[in-house]
């Protein structure tokens, strides 16, 4: 708490002075789209600078590979009207279907600012790029969506917010907020500035969502930027809001950021996610009390060993939901458990209980339980005997005994 409190009072006192270099009066530009030949731009010194990138990104065999895994590079190039510079959009398509790269910058005729870390997938060209001048200050505030395909009818994403500074060439990252594969692509929605602040609702159709491809993702929160908020309003919804000043180079600490992430759902997860042994390790951690874990294998290997508290889900399933805790499935290795979350929670929305659940997949199941440290019981106490599929026995950490 105290070192919240002390974040927040630094941001106070930093927007009070940067307001009175940058009022925080802000202006949607319009982008026109325009060939690249026709402006003033130097082509050549555009394409050396994307290759340098390229070099410094990626391994020399990816990039001897590239002209048999990439097409030609597409430049893509929209006017910031009525400023005189250029959104440019850097577009490697590949020839297999969601492994495209894609890097984008600002410039005018003296100056130029890239970004040098590539979006897997492309910026989105029709309504997907949003850009705001600082009508005192050679600053704009950028957010756009970029899209993904593994598949032709679906498609995951991510949505990125930047600050640019074009008076001393910085770029500071505001937020990345990511979805996953879905048949609807045309969400999420445009921001919006209103009441001296930038708006941005990230939400899911939910119609698609226990039903999707995988059903154990949701909308997530990857980065957020000093004096940025971020409330999580279900498990496929999340609002950012930012304010008018421009921002400060600091990222969250990586703690607030998970309990940004866990801790504001507050019993609001309409549907499940993948959960880490890290992340778990929090939960734990801070809340021990919330936790009920959940043993979807066989009851012969539940016998042998389990998760401290662990409840066998065949003979539990009714009772799972009575005293409202944060459910953690898990099997051998969470593939087993996902599906049974999934059809648990499929039952439970036919019943019209699934509003309120908070139910989480461990991810890599009991074996990353055990061997990221974890300990495991049998009814006498803490074990190192473990019943596994055979397949996984060799897996084991040196110490544990693999059990038929």
Known sequence: MKKTIIISAFLAIFSLTFAGQYKATWDKVILKQCNLDDTKLNKEELINEFNSILNERFSKVILEEREFKYKELEIRV??????QAYFLVFHLPSKHRGEDLTLWAVANDQNRIFCRKFIKGDIVSSGGIFIWKNINANYFRIMFKSFGAFR???????????DVNFANKTLIPLFVVAWPESPARDWPGSPVFKDGKFHLEVKMPSEYFLNGIYGTDWVDVDYIGAGVDVFRKSAIFVEIIIPSNPLVIKAVDKTLLIEKNYFQLAYQNIGFKEISYDELSYLLKKHPQK???VDTRFEEKYNVSRIQGSLLYDKNEETLLEDDKILIFYSDIGERSARTLRRFLHSEKQKGKDTYLNSYNLNGGILAWISSGGKIVD?????TKISLEEEYSVFLPEHYIWMK
């Open 78 to 83: 929209y006017e910031i009207i009525p400023k």
């Open 152 to 162: 032709s009818s679906c498609a995951y994403g991510d949505y990125y917010g930047w």
């Open 291 to 293: 936790i009920k874990f």
């Open 379 to 383: 009814d006498r106490g803490i074990t």
